[in-house]
Nanobody, 125 residues
């Protein structure tokens, strides 16, 4: 499995921006499709965004489409989540995850077999 460490979370006002990073180690990074999930207090973990192994295909949850951008740097074993126009409802612990690369988009958590420890994002109103 690949080891994942997220960073970049914090407290931001509504309308602001944050960029989350996820550093991967342990396996060949471009063998993995990567995703971001989030979990708010009292709610189930939900899909946010995914990017396929080559970086050419991305997909977003409707709640974040147009505001968030997922990207990856395979040379540096990094995946990013740029979050703009943040809303209080974006407040959650954000998790980076890795799925063995496939031919379909990995939009459900059961596709993923490695998870980071999470980073807190808090958006104040």
């Amino acid at each position: 499995q690949v080891q994942l460490v997220e960073s970049g979370g914090g407290l931001v006002q509504a309308g602001g921006s944050l960029r989350l990073s996820c550093a991967a180690s342990g396996r060949t990074f471009n063998n993995y499709d990567m995703g971001w999930f989030r979990q708010a207090p009292g709610k189930e973990r939900e899909f946010v965004a995914t990017i396929m192994w080559s970086g050419g295909i991305t997909y977003y949850a409707s709640a974040v489409k147009g505001r968030f951008t997922i990207s990856r740097d395979n040379a540096k074993n990094l995946v990013y989540l740029q979050m703009n126009s943040l809303k209080p409802e974006d407040t959650a612990v954000y998790y980076c995850a890795a799925a063995t690369r496939g031919i379909t988009l990995a939009t459900t958590d059961r596709r993923y077999n490695s998870w980071g420890q999470g980073t807190q994002v808090t958006v104040s109103s």
